[in-house]
């Protein structure tokens, strides 16, 4: 069973400071989350606050509706490229062809993007911040449940980007 925790938190503290915040609340692990504004959503197997909600179990041809933040783009030569901000086209195949590895088809989908600037105490880089809200339909559970649990991989995991929520 997963769970979805709501931390509340300041709407400035960062992506960086969310992450450090985070592993300090999990000892240490690297739970998959995504910032809201005023609170995170905080995906883990066991409880770790008492402000929760169970993830809905999901069936085979089960349609539901589903949000991401992704980091969308290529990896080339060991390097990160993002697609240009508003290439929403690159950004809708990047999901259709992640989404039949993950067991789910996108029956529907809408994409917003911008750079996310991370702040970090010897650097700053940007990275793709995407956000997809859409309708899928199930096709493998057990790769579904797999998605649910470790999300989306990528170079935004740190920064809560990868978590499927539905």
């Not at 949000?67 to 240009?84: D, I, M, N, Q, W």
Request: charged fraction near 25%; charge should be positive.
């Amino acid at each position: 069973m997963l769970l979805d925790h709501m931390v509340p938190k300041p709407p400035t503290v960062g992506a960086y400071a969310n992450h450090q915040l985070l592993e300090g609340l999990t000892g240490g692990d690297r739970p998959l989350f995504v910032d809201m504004g005023d609170h995170l959503i905080v995906r883990s197997a066991a409880p770790i606050t008492d402000r929760f909600r169970t993830v809905p179990e999901v069936a085979k041809d089960e349609v539901r509706a589903f949000e991401l933040r992704a980091s969308c783009g290529v990896k080339t030569k060991g390097r990160h490229r993002y697609f240009p901000v508003g290439d929403w086209r690159a950004r809708h195949d990047w999901l259709q062809r992640r989404a039949r590895s993950y067991g789910f088809e996108v029956l529907t989908v809408n994409v917003t993007s911008q750079r996310m600037r991370i702040d970090k105490a010897e650097r700053s880089f940007w990275i793709d911040s995407s956000d997809f809200t859409g309708v899928l339909r199930v096709t493998d559970e057990g790769a579904f449940r797999e998605v649910l649990s470790k999300g989306f991989p990528g170079p935004g995991r740190a920064f809560g980007h990868g978590m499927l929520m539905i």
